[in-house]
């Protein structure tokens, strides 16, 4: 994976999409990817995250098909598809139309009618990094397919349609949290979002004296092979031994009196769901209060878990997370984690500003003196959510 700096924007795709389709586009929309802060497996329990909008973002320029059929290109070298309208309404190949045939599917379920289209997609949200790279797809796609249908929208259903999307047309069980953050994202915003009842806190993060990194492991993972699954599936077997609707509802005392009944595994699996969902509340009020080194406690506290409790981090992850602590300028590293679903993919550190470059070069080397894997960073700031970048 590369963390692309590469810029993209409504000027960089319209040339793209008229050489490909002989026309201009009539809307041109996008949706940023997200790197979670702390939250992690918590969101389809009906807990706690904190995500925040990257700047990296997914684009979608789109028009009315002439042909009455839609035309759409996945990228920029990418060959183009062609499809009958009635085509979308079931998974097909190639994979990444799914995304959009999708998202159709569940704007016409609402009533929106959406054409024949043209559509031609671009990215510079990194694929396979834990970085939301699909949320990003489903949210700009939606977004630019209401503008085009004048239909109304909100943040709110996007993120679900989106979400409808990963469920019935990608095979992902995916939570909320990455579609929510895409959709409702405020630059130098965090959010925690409570994803029992889709309530949600815009956290500021605008102090210039720290920054948030991002550092890829180069580890590819997809979270439709199965693990992701089998996880959620341990928490819902948790929940029936506990009595509960969701871990949101259990306690550590209630997890510690069936303990026994659980089994480790269940055990495990609960007690990294019940426990984040505390650590999440932590890491808010500790950035509120610009305590930066209470939101690195609980930054550390979730790695672990999520490393021994629902075993979801890797030994290059966990390479990267440990060079945090021993690097020469670590004492310039608050807290880091891994981030996204696990399987491989991308750790997110608090760094100070002034020096968050040259943790950046000093954990890329230890990484390459370690493992011999060459990687990549990023280093960024909350960006914003979903728009319409330009509609004729």
């Not at 290109?73 to 998974?91: S, V």
């Not at 928490?235 to 009944?261: F, N, P, T, Y």
């Amino acid at each position: 994976m590369d963390l692309e700096k590469r810029e993209i924007s409504a000027e960089t795709i319209t040339p793209l999409f008229e050489v490909a389709f002989g026309h201009r586009p009539a809307v041109v929309a996008a949706a940023p990817g997200r790197v979670n802060l702390i939250g992690e497996h918590t969101d389809y329990n009906e807990g706690f995250v904190l995500p925040m909008a990257l700047n990296n973002i997914n684009v979608v320029a789109a028009a009315p098909s002439p042909t009455g059929k839609h035309r759409w290109i996945g990228g920029p070298g990418e060959e183009m598809i062609e499809l009958e309208t009635a085509e979308t309404a079931q998974p097909g190949e190639p994979f990444w139309s799914n995304y959009v045939r999708g998202v159709i599917t569940m704007l016409e379920r609402r009533g929106i009618k959406v054409p024949a289209v043209d559509l031609f997609i671009d990215s510079n949200v990194p694929r396979g990094g834990g970085l939301s790279s699909s949320a990003a797809f489903e949210v700009s796609v939606c977004t630019a397919l209401a503008a085009l249908c004048g239909a109304d929208v909100s943040p709110t259903d996007r993120a679900l349609i989106g979400q409808a999307t990963e469920h019935e047309f990608v095979n992902v069980p995916c939570g909320i949290m990455d579609q929510f953050i895409s959709a409702n994202g405020r630059r130098d915003h965090a959010l925690m979002l409570d994803c029992r009842d889709l309530s949600y806190k815009l956290i500021p993060m605008s102090d210039p004296a720290v920054s948030v990194l991002v550092i890829d492991s180069a580890v590819k993972h997809s979270l439709a092979d199965g693990g992701y699954a089998a996880r959620r599936k341990n928490c819902e077997d948790a929940c029936a031994i506990l009595g509960v609707h969701s871990l949101r509802e259990a306690s550590l005392e209630q997890l510690e009196a069936k303990k026994v009944e659980l089994g480790d595994l269940c055990y495990r699996r609960a007690r990294h769901v019940i426990g984040e969902n505390l650590r999440v509340a932590a890491f808010a009020e500790a950035v509120q209060k610009g305590d930066w080194n209470a939101a690195g406690v609980a930054m550390r506290g979730s790695h672990a878990s999520l490393r021994d409790d629902f075993e979801v981090s890797c030994a290059e992850v966990d390479t990267l997370v440990s060079l945090a602590d021993t690097i020469p300028a670590a004492a310039s590293v608050y807290g880091a984690r891994m981030t996204g679903g696990g399987f491989g993919g991308c750790i997110v550190a608090l760094v100070k500003s002034a020096d968050v470059q040259t943790v950046a070069e000093q954990m890329i080397e230890g990484y390459r003196n370690a493992l011999g894997i060459e990687t990549d960073y990023l280093i960024t700031r909350p960006g914003e959510g979903a728009r319409v970048l330009y509609q004729a």
